[in-house]
């Protein structure tokens, strides 16, 4: 019995306890097991320990709205300039203004010399000569003599020629004086006759001196259209540097409050990422920026004619980031700008040099035909006085009439100038419509670029008022748990965006109305610019 108890102790047969009692034992018996059962849960279940309440989890850190953003009062980095004093630097300073100055001293010279057409001549001469009079006397004859001759403005030639000459015989001892005046008139009456081919060289002259003054007003509102542009390039340059660290800061304190978040024990590690990815962005453009500024102010320290070295690369370029109302009627600034735009007007005045070269060409093809008259006294006497007192007398004096005619065979030399000067006022022409074409395409198109940028404007800033508020609601999203950092993140690049474009826009219509104005002729009066004619 109990070597059979023994040896099956890993598996004892199961009993029906119902069936060992006895009957009238069975309730009692149901009782105490229902008893049992109930203490047995009941000491187990005390004897498990009480659950520990999860703790409640901190809440999350306070979240401010994002900061202003006062971008337009962030200073720029470099050498301060104001646009004023930009314009002042370039005028004084371009080199290609001072040599267009050059040119209108030369031009002026050259109109100086044509004048020269107009001076009086005068002429004085000594002849000494000498020879033998019937193989014995030896006769020696001295002629003093003088011109005074005066080119006419209708072409032709005004002299007075006066004379006294001495003839010396040794061998007789006879000495006679004799005394000549006389007055010339020459006239062509066919080719080179009147003033406007006399003079034409004079005419040329003042037409070049014209296109040399016109060429420096176009040349100087050039100048100072490319520092206007230049310039406002360089204050965008400045103003998107500032935004963009602007974002940068709103990027870094949204890092602060997430590593707070996530030492709370509220935030997960994943959401730090995706600030950290921005914030390398954002500091990648910052260098942009900064590359774009020394870039932009080199170009204007080159306009300037200012210097480059260590210490002289960046200029702190800013102006007020704001417009002006500005009506524009096209149809009136394109009627301004073809009566006073200065690259018209120049090639104007040089249409106007090559006509009186084509004239004069053109009349260059004409014969010659030239009228002289010559008249004057003679007096002559055995002494100075005798020969000067007969002189005045008009006893004995000469007088003639000359007609000359000539014609080159064939005029291929004059045939070939009038071509080209021809040519060459046609080139002018050509030109000239090429121009007008132009200054009417860039006019509308800024014209254009005027009125988009007053729309842009107000557009942009509706979009940066929207944005600051989109960024505010989604902070209170995320401090609900309903939003994320990337979230965030992304309504700071929409508010970062929307600031760019409403300064861009801005330095658009500055740039357009520099563009107009360069355009119209009015620039350099707008800002007071004088130049010396």
Do not use: C
Request: charge should be negative; proline fraction near 6%; charged fraction near 20%.
């Amino acid at each position: 019995m109990s070597r059979a108890l023994v040896g099956n102790e890993a598996r004892p047969p199961s009993i029906d306890t119902a069936e060992l009692m006895p009957p009238r034992s069975r309730p009692m018996s149901r009782f105490l097991s229902l008893f049992l059962v109930l203490s047995l849960l009941t000491g187990a279940a005390a004897a498990q320990p009480a659950p520990t309440p999860t703790p409640a989890p901190p809440p999350p850190a306070p979240i401010a709205p994002p900061p202003s953003l006062p971008a337009d009062e962030t200073a720029p980095i470099g050498q301060p300039i104001s646009l004023p004093e930009a314009l002042q630097l370039a005028v004084r300073q371009s080199p290609d203004l001072a040599l267009a100055s050059i040119d209108v001293e030369i031009a002026r010279a050259q109109v100086l010399a044509s004048t020269g057409v107009d001076d009086w001549l005068l002429a004085a001469g000594l002849t000494l000569g000498g020879g033998r009079l019937n193989g014995s006397d030896l006769a020696v004859t001295t002629v003093l003599s003088g011109d005074l001759t005066r080119s006419l403005a209708s072409g032709g030639t005004l002299a007075f020629h006066a004379e006294a000459e001495v003839d010396d015989i040794f061998h007789t001892d006879n000495t006679f004086f004799t005394d000549k005046a006389s007055v010339s008139f020459n006239q062509p009456l066919w080719r080179g006759r009147g003033r406007r081919f006399a003079r034409a060289d004079q005419a040329q002259a003042r037409a070049a001196a014209n296109v040399a003054a016109l060429a420096v007003e176009a040349r100087a509102t050039t100048v100072v259209r490319d520092v206007i542009l230049a310039y406002w390039d360089l204050v965008f340059a400045h103003r998107d540097l500032a935004i963009r660290k602007s974002s940068l800061a709103l990027a870094l304190e949204r890092r602060r409050i997430t590593q707070a978040t996530i030492k709370a024990g509220s935030g997960a590690d994943a959401e730090l990422l995706a600030v950290e990815q921005i914030i390398a962005t954002r500091e990648e453009e910052i260098i942009a920026s900064e590359l774009a500024i020394a870039d932009d102010s080199l170009a204007l320290r080159q306009l300037l004619a200012i210097e480059i070295g260590p210490g002289a690369i960046e200029i702190a370029a800013d102006a007020p980031l704001a417009v002006e109302p500005r009506s524009v009627d096209v149809d009136a600034l394109l009627a301004r700008a073809f009566a006073a735009n200065p690259e018209l007007t120049t090639l104007a005045a040089q249409e106007t040099g090559a006509t009186i070269e084509v004239e004069v060409t053109e009349n260059g093809l004409l014969p010659q035909l030239d009228l002289s008259l010559s008249v004057g006294p003679t007096g002559a006497g055995d002494n100075p006085g005798d020969a000067a007192a007969n002189l005045v007398k008009f006893d004995t004096f000469a007088a003639g009439a000359t007609l000359e005619y000539s014609q080159a065979l064939g005029k291929h030399g004059a045939t070939g100038a009038h071509r080209a000067a021809r040519a060459r006022r046609e080139r002018i022409r050509i030109d000239l419509n090429g121009v007008r074409l132009q200054i009417a395409s860039a006019l509308v198109r800024s014209v254009k670029v005027l009125e988009s940028a007053d729309k842009r404007i107000a557009l942009a800033e509706r979009a940066a008022t929207l944005a600051e508020k989109n960024i505010a609601a989604e902070l209170a999203r995320l401090n609900l748990g309903k939003a994320t950092n990337f979230d965030v993140l992304q309504r700071q690049d929409e508010l970062k965006q929307a600031q760019l474009r409403r300064v861009r826009a801005i330095v658009d219509w500055h740039k357009a109305a520099a563009t107009i104005s360069s355009l119209t002729g009015d620039l350099l009066g707008e800002w007071g610019v004088k130049l010396d004619r």
